[in-house]
């Protein structure tokens, strides 16, 4: 009797203990339930790192692309100067399509995005440019590793730079065709996907005296 008592002791539950089950119980499948919730987002970030490391290395390579144009831009303006082709920046501006250097038009340049303005200029995408006064006209300039996007001149047909100048004074105030604004825009191709970044630089013309 004394073990059968026992027995039935140790099997018995009181109220309390059995809500005490049903807590743990509940406790437990809330944990599980969290745990999986963490895992999926694990995964999905663990899936989405490398797109976005992928983003920012192209959003790199394009801000590299800008700035590659402007240094080649900078060097020809100045050889132009120097051998005196250029007095002045005046008829030199990017003026077409009209309204593209006044602030109000909604051809504006800084109204425009990128791409916009990339495809103002050269729709077709030839290389040629469809406005004068455009410096360089969707220029390669890396040396191609895959011959599948190797230019006739042997650069990467997936980077490339476009640069003009502008007048910033064309919206108002005292034109002065003795500075400008240098526009240089780079772009990268990838998979049909094309990420840009655009860089403004104001040009003063220095003259002797001044």
């Known amino acids: 009797m004394r073990d059968k008592k026992r027995f039935s002791k140790i099997n018995s ?13 509940v406790i437990v499948v809330i944990v599980l339930a969290f745990l999986q919730v963490v895992g999926l987002v694990l995964i999905q970030v663990t899936g989405t790192g490398p797109k976005v490391a992928g983003n920012i290395r192209t959003q790199q390579q394009a801000y590299n692309a800008a700035e590659a144009g402007f240094d080649v ?14 007095a002045h920046f005046d008829g030199h501006y990017l003026i077409e399509p009209a309204g593209i250097d006044i602030p109000q038009s909604d051809n504006y340049f800084r ?30 300039f890396i040396p191609a590793r895959d011959e599948r996007y190797e230019a006739g001149d ?21 034109s002065d065709p003795n500075d400008a604004i240098l ?11 094309i990420t840009t970044s655009r860089l403004e630089m104001e040009l003063v013309l220095e003259r002797p005296g001044t």
Do not use: H
Request: charged share 30%; hydrophobic share 35%; with cysteine.
């Open 111 to 140: 109204r425009l995005t990128d791409l916009e303005l990339l495809n103002l200029i050269d729709p077709d995408k030839d290389e040629n440019p469809d406005v004068s006064t455009v410096i360089f006209c969707r220029k390669t």
């Open 13 to 25: 539950q009181s109220p309390a203990s059995k809500r005490e089950k049903g807590m743990a119980l």
């Open 183 to 193: 526009v240089c825009i780079g772009s990268v191709e990838i998979g049909g996907n």
């Open 73 to 86: 831009a900078w060097t020809e303006i100045e050889e132009y100067f120097s051998i005196g082709d250029w």
């Open 154 to 174: 042997g650069t990467d047909t997936r980077y490339r730079y476009t640069v003009f100048v502008i007048d910033d004074e064309a919206g108002g105030g005292i």
